[in-house]
């Protein structure tokens, strides 16, 4: 099975090729650390199986994927990603992934996904269906805020800018702005005002 890898971490690429390297019917074919990079050798190369992080710079890896659907429909994904919100992972599924695993998956999990994809099949971790079988007996949890997205939606009305929400929580400013249109998103706002109207509304600040 000839696999692509993308995450723009390079410790974590690393570490998953070296995992897959020792796999002798496995062999890791190219790595990339942005979309773009990993559409260009797609379009040139067959590759079996992509194995892509959600979060990316610039284009996203649910952008990516709907993409490679398109120029290369042999190709199976796996997305291998710290997201763990329903409504997101319930979006990536619906663009017809192949597997959808947590970074804090185990190694073994992680092969177990591999192999089951190439027999076909769909492969979601532990955790992945605990998320979604809670969301179908819980509906209404799906559309709630996390903890983290209250706390930038605070900090959102007080016209805070991504980097400064990212220097006060000590996260990445992309990590910002995944949360940001997640909050959007959820609220079903698309301005400031309208967003800060629904807070208010629901008592989130």
């Given at each position: 099975m000839k696999i692509f890898l993308v995450d723009d971490h390079a410790i974590l690429l690393d570490g998953i090729k070296?995992?897959?390297e020792k796999e002798p019917t496995l062999?890791?074919?190219?790595e990339a650390n942005t979309a773009e990079v990993a559409l260009e050798f797609i379009k040139q190369n067959e590759v079996d199986l992509?194995?892509?992080d959600f979060n990316l710079p610039e284009m996203d890896g649910l952008a990516l994927v709907r993409l490679v659907k398109k120029i290369s429909p042999i190709t199976?994904?796996?997305m291998l990603s710290m997201h763990d919100e329903v409504h997101l992972v319930k979006e990536i599924l619906k663009e017809g992934i192949n597997g959808y695993i947590l970074k804090n998956d185990s190694h073994k999990e992680l092969l177990s996904a591999i192999a089951a994809v190439d027999a076909g099949k769909i492969y979601l971790s532990n955790d992945i269906n605990k998320i979604i079988i809670n969301s179908l007996q819980?509906?209404?949890?799906?559309r709630m805020l996390t903890d983290r997205e209250r706390e930038i939606l605070k900090l959102i009305a007080m016209e805070?800018?991504?980097r400064d929400i990212a220097d006060q929580l000590f996260i990445s400013e992309r990590t910002v702005e995944t949360h940001r249109k997640n909050i959007f998103?959820?609220?079903k706002t698309n301005s400031l005002v309208g967003l800060i109207k629904f807070a208010?509304?629901?008592n989130l600040i």
């Open positions: 070296s995992i897959l062999k890791v074919i190219g992509l194995i892509t199976k994904i796996i819980f509906p209404d949890e799906e805070f800018s991504n998103r959820k609220t208010y509304a629901n």
